[in-house]
């Protein structure tokens, strides 16, 4: 049990990981506020998927439970679709809005501008990361909940700005 929960949390980790090597970068406190602005929104982000899914959980495991699995597999596919248009709606919320999501943060030009195309990652991670845990739920309501094994393999060397953190 301990190392499925290490490896769980290790996203948790490298994404720690990534603020602290935020700070390395030249223009060090442009690229630690963008970074916590990015970590903020998220976060922010993540919760309403995560709390799709433990609907999703306690749905798909009452259908279960009730011995009705026709009916946990449909709410399990209710879940994957309506997760994703939830999940689609919030990256364009986050890639659209970004500009105005970004001054709620901070008015300094020089901040906005470095921010801004970092939010269209944002935006891909939040979809990604949103359907994953959204379907997750369903995973879990069954009984099932494995961990994902995240490639550790992290270049130590890299050139570039805060965007190629998240590529490495």
Same mark, same amino acid.
């Given at each position: 049990?301990?190392?499925?929960?290490?490896?769980?949390?290790?996203?948790?980790?490298?994404?720690?990981?990534?603020?602290?090597?935020?700070?390395?970068?030249? &223009? *060090? #406190? =442009?690229?630690?506020?963008?970074?916590? +602005?990015? @970590?903020?929104?998220?976060?922010?982000?993540?919760?309403?998927?995560?709390?799709?899914?433990?609907?999703?959980?306690?749905?798909?495991?009452?259908?279960?439970?009730?011995?009705?699995?026709?009916?946990?597999?449909?709410?399990?596919?209710?879940?994957?679709?309506?997760?994703?248009?939830?999940?689609?709606?919030?990256?364009?919320?986050?890639?659209?809005?970004?500009?105005?999501?970004?001054?709620?943060?901070?008015? &300094? *030009? #020089? =901040?906005?501008?470095?921010?801004?195309? +970092?939010? @269209?990652?944002?935006?891909?991670?939040?979809?990604?990361?949103?359907?994953?845990?959204?379907?997750?739920?369903?995973?879990?309501?069954?009984?099932?909940?494995?961990?994902?094994?995240?490639?550790?393999?992290?270049?130590?060397?890299?050139?570039?700005?805060?965007?190629?953190?998240?590529?490495?």
């Amino acid at each position: 049990m301990a190392v499925p929960n290490f490896l769980m949390i290790s996203e948790w980790w490298a994404a720690e990981i990534i603020v602290l090597m935020s700070g390395t970068l030249p &223009e *060090a #406190e =442009v690229s630690l506020t963008s970074m916590a +602005i990015f @970590s903020n929104t998220c976060s922010i982000c993540f919760m309403p998927p995560l709390s799709w899914g433990m609907a999703a959980n306690t749905r798909v495991s009452n259908e279960l439970g009730a011995g009705k699995p026709r009916a946990a597999k449909f709410a399990a596919q209710v879940n994957y679709c309506l997760g994703l248009c939830l999940v689609v709606i919030i990256a364009l919320a986050v890639l659209l809005g970004r500009r105005a999501w970004l001054r709620l943060f901070t008015s &300094e *030009a #020089e =901040v906005l501008d470095y921010a801004d195309p +970092i939010m @269209s990652i944002c935006a891909i991670y939040v979809a990604l990361d949103g359907m994953c845990t959204a379907a997750s739920g369903s995973l879990k309501g069954c009984g099932r909940a494995m961990p994902s094994f995240v490639d550790l393999g992290f270049r130590p060397c890299f050139r570039g700005d805060l965007r190629t953190f998240w590529f490495a």
